[in-house]
Each structure stands twice: as C-alpha cells, then as structure tokens.
C-alpha cells in the first residue's frame, strides 16, 4: 500500500492506494508549525484508526505547495515505510511537458493533475481545481500542460466579503435555492455560490475559444469543492474527486 500527500494552502488530503486506486482518504489542516513527529504520529492515527496496518504501507509519495511542510512531512514518512518519500515537483522526471514560459514556478499539483488526467483520459483536458485557489489547467492528450487559470478560491472570496463587511456575517455556504434572496445569508450564497458557478462556466468557455486545435477538452472537476459545483456548472464533464492522489500513485510508480 501508498501513502500520498496532497499537501495545499489551508488542506491536506492524504490518500491511501492500492497500485493507482485510492481505497482510503482524509482531510487535514495544512500545519506548516507541524514537526516531523507530530507528522508522524497524525498520520499513524488516521491508519490506525481505519484499521491499517502501519506494515502493509511501504511507500509514500508527496505533492506540496507549501515548502515548510514537506521537509518535516517528508521525514515523517520516511520513518513510517522505511523508504525516502518521492517528493513530485517541477524537476521530476515525469512523462510530461511543461509548455509554459517558467515551467519551475508551475505547482506539484497542476504537475500531478497533467500526469493524472493526460494517462486517464488520452484526450486533451481541463481540470478544474476547487481548493484554496480555484485553478484551470490545459493539457494536451500527449501529456504537455500549456498554461491555465488561477482565480481566487470559493472560500477565499468569501471570506473576504465577510472580513472587509461590518454587518455581513459569515455563512455556509450552501447552495440557495433561488437566486433573489430575501435574507441577508440567502443573498451571500447567492452571491457567492452561484457567482463562483458562472464564474467557472465562464472561464471554461474562454479557455475552449482559445484552445488549440479541433479537440474539444474534456472538463474535469477534482478538488475539495467539486462535488458541491458538479450540479451548478453547466461546462464540467466530469468529477473525479481523487484525480491529484491517482497522479500520486502514478508519480511514485514512476519515480520511486
């Protein structure tokens, strides 16, 4: 079995694979203050708790946007299995291209979601990312990411309205059933889902405008929020919500 290590801004998602399919996850505060044995024993209490044994897991693989994490993460690790973890970033020798201007500023998560969704699908995609930032990636059915999109994430503008607003206070945020609210909470959701929908829906269909080619991409929803976003957005083909923690599975296959 593998450990994967979805490692973003405000969550960690880490994934347990058998080969390249995920038969366990959990969802985490990312903790960059987080030391290597705080690391360790957090995630021997998620497998233990699942009734995993720590000596079936011989590897792990780790995807991080936040730098300060993955060093003590990847400590953490390596005390588990026994084994280095395999660290995904820009300089991992995948079989993909990074056809952008700085290909070393691109993401350990857009890398993994152009190695994940390129050897899935075969055809040219666009992942739509819905985490802390929602991200568009555009890749190619040959494995060649070609640029995006980033935008604020859902929860992001959000709590922005609720910080630099006196009287708007923080809501769920659930899906309204109508769009003209008649409370305050129900015009926030409005607002704020429904906005973040068209959004998306938007900005796939300027993507498409531009695309090179005849192809007509795929559109992949993955990330924490993409389940919520399925039935509001008319442009996205398809969920997968373990797209990144697969491209994982298949970094560590390649790498490790």
Known sequence: MLLVFDVGNTETTIGLCDGEEVTSRWRVTTDASRTPDEAYLLVRSLLDASGVGVATVTGAAIGSVVPAVTGPLAEACARLTGEPAVIVDARSRLPIVLDVDEPLTVGADRIINTLAASRLQHRDCIV????????????????????????????????????????????????????????????????????????????????????????????????????????????????????????LAMAHAMLG
């Open 128 to 247: 739509v990312d819905l985490g802390t930032a929602t991200t568009y990636d555009c890749i190619t059915a040959d494995g060649k990411f070609i640029g995006g999109v980033i935008s604020p994430g859902v929860q992001m503008s959000a709590e922005s309205l609720f910080r630099k607003t006196a009287k708007l206070t923080a809501t769920e945020l659930l899906p309204p059933s109508k769009v003209i609210g008649r409370r305050t909470e129900e015009c926030i959701r409005s607002g704020v889902v429904l906005g973040a929908a068209d959004a998306i829906d938007g900005l796939v269909r300027r993507i498409k405008a531009e695309w090179p080619g005849s192809q007509v991409p795929l559109v992949i929803a993955t990330g924490g929020l993409a389940a919520s976003f399925m039935p509001l957005c008319k442009e996205l083909d398809r969920l997968e919500p373990d797209l990144t923690l697969r491209g």
